[in-house]
């Protein structure tokens, strides 16, 4: 049986979760998340691909030899943002994971985010501070 994004066994597989409220508009927010501009102010410079449901991410870091790439699973306006690791080549620590972007308005300067990283391994989720 093959696995599908997000899927691994209970034991091994955790879920890092975060949530805050982040003072800009919705609409800015989620050009953050949803865009391959937005993303490069604050993950990392060079993002290639399509941020468009049905499209590929490519994640790449300077001075890395590392990259990751994302299949866009939904980009819904103002509300959502969800993406399958299908590759991530240090040591497929992401692959088969899934992550989701959740904004809520709370008026038009802010929003609440609901942050998760979907079926990373234990040690991964352990280091980063938080299980859920």
């Not at 994302?70 to 080549?89: F, G, I, K, N």
């Amino acid at each position: 049986m093959t696995a599908k994004p997000g899927d691994a066994p209970a034991d091994q597989a955790m879920t890092y979760a975060r949530q805050l409220t982040i003072h800009a508009a919705p609409g800015k927010v989620f050009r953050a998340i949803a865009t391959l501009e937005g993303l490069r102010r604050w993950w990392t410079t060079i993002v290639t691909g399509s941020a468009d449901p049905g499209g590929k991410l490519h994640f790449g870091f300077a001075g890395l030899d590392e990259q990751i790439t994302m299949r866009v699973e939904e980009a819904r306006a103002l509300s959502a943002v969800t993406w399958s690791c299908v590759a991530h080549t240090r040591d497929d620590e992401w692959t088969g994971s899934t992550v989701q972007f959740r904004l809520a308005s709370r008026g038009p300067q802010d929003c609440d985010l609901d942050f998760r990283h979907i079926g990373i391994d234990q040690e991964l989720v352990t280091e980063a501070g938080s299980i859920s």
